[in-house]
Antibody, heavy 124, light 111 residues
Framework: QVLLQESGPGLVKPSETLSLTCTVSGASIRSYYWSWIRQPPGKGLEWIGYMYYSGSTNYNPSLKSRVTTSVDTSQNQFSLKLSSVTAADTAVYYC??????????????????WGRGTLVTVSS | QSVLTQSPSASGTPGQRVTISCSGSSSNIGINTVDWYQQLPGTAPKLLIYTNNQRPSGVPDRFSGSKSGTSASLAISGLQSEDEADYYCAAWDGSLNGIYVFGTGTKVTVL
């Protein structure tokens, strides 16, 4: 059974950097791509991006200039850093495992496993 | 930033059939597969339907998905009280370097 668990500060000050870690159990972090998704309170879901242990990444253009991700294979963890945060970055942040591929020219990409999520509030 | 449009709400009585629609474009639903997620209150989203019409193990066959052109639908037959949740469609969008886009979400209420 694959489990994901987010961890990190629940409160970040404006203009500072939000840092979260996702710990993977039940699977090797080298075997899959990994993603972050966020959800502002009372609002919808927003894809942040994906990463691979080799360094391959793809980020949402709306966040790309502020996002950095990394993978720690020794700890089976991956991380998210979001810089220069504002109140608009207040959200529940989820880590998830994407399954992707191409079937007859149609790309498929979906999240089969999600973490429970962690609320990050940006406030002074 | 949602580029997939869903009606904000849907409702039905127990046992009824409810359908949720998701409208996209030629860069997402028109060329790629569609997924659906169910989010119960206070919990993480859960994969409900993937690649248009496939159910993960454990998802009841009351849930079914379909796609036509640049739109997709999720049907819930035999509506049950535990189906009261938010439902999101999603698809890979091929614009720029590619981005996974979610729908605006539909709140299903069981009357």
């Amino acid at each position: 059974q694959v489990l994901l668990q987010e961890s990190g500060p629940g409160l970040v000050k404006p203009s500072e950097t939000l840092s979260l870690t996702c710990t993977v159990s039940g699977a090797s972090i080298r075997s899959y791509y990994w993603s972050w998704i966020r959800q502002p309170p009372g609002k919808g879901l927003e894809w942040i991006g994906y990463m691979y242990y080799s360094g391959s990444t793809n980020y949402n253009p709306s966040l790309k200039s502020r996002v950095t991700t990394s993978v720690d294979t020794s700890q089976n963890q991956f991380s998210l850093k979001l810089s220069s945060v504002t109140a608009a970055d207040t959200a529940v942040y989820y880590c998830a495992r994407p399954i992707y591929g191409d079937h007859g020219g149609a790309k498929y990409y979906y999240f089969d496993i999600w973490g429970r999520g962690t609320l990050v509030t940006v406030s002074s | 930033q949602s580029v997939l449009t869903q009606s904000p709400s849907a409702s039905g009585t127990p046992g009824q059939r409810v359908t949720i629609s998701c409208s996209g474009s030629s860069s997402n639903i028109g060329i790629n597969t569609v997924d659906w997620y169910q989010q119960l209150p206070g919990t993480a989203p859960k994969l409900l339907i993937y690649t248009n019409n496939q159910r993960p193990s454990g998802v009841p066959d009351r849930f079914s998905g379909s796609k036509s052109g640049t739109s997709a639908s999720l049907a819930i037959s035999g509506l049950q009280s535990e189906d009261e949740a938010d439902y999101y469609c999603a698809a890979w969008d091929g614009s720029l370097n590619g981005i996974y886009v979610f729908g605006t979400g539909t709140k299903v209420t069981v009357l």
